[in-house]
């Protein structure tokens, strides 16, 4: 159980061009989910906490313009990252917390790289 | 402010032997703590935790122990396998507020 899906699992695109990567609880419900960036060498960085049915909460020097959550229903967020930039490229990591769970760990999707050329 | 700090970026170890992954942290608020996993190109799994009312929590090759004197957490994997080789990441949380703080990661390598 307990499992995280994302798509795609790798995409390429051109700068300039905007790109969507989408997280799924698939057997379990989520009302908040995470979105992570990884380097190279270094740790997972959070970008923002996704709720559900309501606006996603960025952390600090995330540009909440340029990463658009959204979170629909409690198995689907969204990351789209716009007008994309050659350093924007990373590797993208979602998680998310089962609501009916009284632990608190998160579960991790798989990850997407993406790399803007 | 790294509020959670995994200070050896690397560890080698025998096959067979104790890995002993260590992790400190600042925030004296964190009530919670996790070990994951990770392989190159996926995503963390969850290995173990530990509250803030406990010292220690085993589960299987794996025990994590917790100083809270010390801002300190240790994750013991006993014996070491091949295939425990991966990146240890421990991160921290406080109990009612939703993100979890991790730490830089160590990379184990269990030698044959």
């Known amino acids: 159980g307990a499992v995280v899906s994302q798509h795609p699992s790798w995409v390429i695109c051109k700068s300039g061009t905007s790109v969507k990567i989408e997280c799924r609880s698939l057997d379990f419900q989520a009302t908040t989910m995470f979105w992570y960036r990884q380097f190279p060498k270094q740790s997972l960085m959070l970008m923002a906490t996704s709720n559900e049915g309501s606006k996603a909460t960025y952390e600090q020097g995330v540009e909440k313009d340029k990463f658009l959550i959204n979170h629909a229903s409690l198995t689907l967020s969204t990351l789209t990252v716009t007008s994309a930039h050659p350093e924007d490229s990373s590797f993208y990591i979602c998680?998310?917390?089962?609501?009916?769970?009284?632990?608190?760990?998160?579960?991790f999707g798989p990850g997407t790289r993406l790399t803007v050329t | 402010d790294q509020q959670v700090k995994q200070n050896s970026p690397s560890l080698s170890v025998q096959e067979g032997r104790i890995s002993i992954l260590n992790c400190d942290y600042t925030?004296?608020?964190?009530?919670?703590f996790l070990w994951y996993k990770k392989y190159p190109a996926e995503g963390p799994t969850f290995l173990i935790s530990i509250s803030s009312i406990k010292d220690k929590n085993e589960d299987g090759r794996f025990t994590v122990f917790l100083n809270k004197s010390a801002k300190h957490l240790s994750l013991h994997i006993v014996p070491s396998q091949p295939g425990d080789s991966a990146v240890y990441f421990c991160a921290a949380g406080i109990q009612g507020a939703q993100k979890l703080v991790f730490g830089q990661g160590t990379r184990l390598t269990i030698n044959p």
């Open positions: 925030n004296s608020m964190f009530d919670y």
């Open positions: 998680s998310a917390r089962d609501q009916g769970s009284l632990s608190y760990e998160q579960y």
